[in-house]
């Protein structure tokens, strides 16, 4: 996918052709190029003089805008956390091989003015375990800017903290305004331990970027992945920022066949990203705590 829909807010459109060249020689707010926001916000993708990625340049300053929201809510605090929620984030919203982990299951046809477009309804994704375990382990202990609270208790949704997994957690981040939570359109996250897998008569290779934060033991993953992990090429191993930045992960056998699949979704009237959802009232809340001091101490691309 690429770009945003002109009718509909935040949703992006579908798009099934190659990564377009970025827009790189694009000023943003008249002292940054669009090149130079890619190189801060998604070093992964930065390569060369010019990248071809999956996002225009509004996607890309939406995608900053949403980091800013996770600096804002507290994640920076933990920059093994923050490190892996920035890479999901440009991976999914920047990637150009999307198509590799990707799939649009539903979409609908708009009318814009004298022409249609398509956008999306529903979304695969395929995430490896492993990644996404991982992920959850170096979040779930972050507190929350309101004293004796954790962030896990405001974006897992009914679950909270304390009964909050992984895969609840990746659930709440898919889940629509209908089904009680704030992103604009379904995303269903798909974990795999193969690093390839068929779906529907297609091979896709689930999403496994460098990440931090070793894994424990007793990190209660599931029977399935521990059976799988047993092997020195499923260990976690800790990467320094600057080897992450320069070594982005890419799907085995790539080509170049590569598609756009998703355009990053914005917020409207809330502290929004497809991944962390908190209403008004309590996004308030919570930066008013912040505020307030009331902080707890703390390969190349195809």
């Not at 997994?165 to 992103?183: I, K």
Request: proline fraction near 6%.
């Amino acid at each position: 996918m690429y770009e945003l829909s002109k009718s509909r807010k935040y949703v992006p459109q579908i798009y099934r052709g190659p990564p377009k060249p970025l827009q790189k020689d694009v000023f943003i707010n008249g002292n940054i190029t669009a090149l130079q926001l890619l190189q801060k916000a998604c070093p992964e993708f930065a390569y060369g003089d010019d990248p071809h990625v999956c996002c225009s340049t509004s996607q890309l300053i939406a995608t900053q805008e949403h980091f800013d929201m996770l600096d804002a809510l507290g994640f920076s605090r933990c920059p093994s956390c923050f490190h892996n929620f920035r890479q999901l984030i440009c991976f999914l919203a920047c990637s150009p091989w999307q198509s590799r982990f990707m799939n649009v299951t539903s979409s609908e046809l708009l009318d814009v003015e004298d022409s249609t477009e398509e956008v999306v309804v529903v979304t695969e994704l395929h995430l490896s375990e492993l990644y996404a375990y991982t992920f959850y382990e170096s979040c779930k202990g972050l507190q929350g800017l309101i004293p004796g609270t954790l962030i896990l208790d405001f974006v897992c949704g009914v679950w909270g903290s304390a009964q909050c997994s992984p895969e609840r957690w990746l659930e709440y981040m898919g889940s629509t305004v209908a089904e009680g939570a704030r992103a604009p359109f379904k995303t269903r996250y798909i974990l795999h331990v193969e690093d390839k897998v068929e779906v529907n008569g297609q091979l896709v290779f689930p999403m496994k970027a460098p990440h931090f934060k070793k894994l424990r033991t007793n990190a209660g993953l599931s029977k399935r992945f521990l059976s799988k992990t047993i092997g020195e090429r499923f260990m976690v191993k800790e990467e320094s920022a600057a080897s992450v930045g320069t070594r982005p992960w890419t799907p085995e056998g790539r080509s170049l066949t590569f598609h756009c699949l998703y355009a990053l979704a914005g917020y409207n009237g809330m502290a929004f990203t497809p991944w962390v959802t908190l209403p008004v009232e309590k996004f308030q809340t919570y930066i008013a705590h912040s505020t307030q001091g009331h902080y707890p101490l703390p390969d190349e691309a195809a």
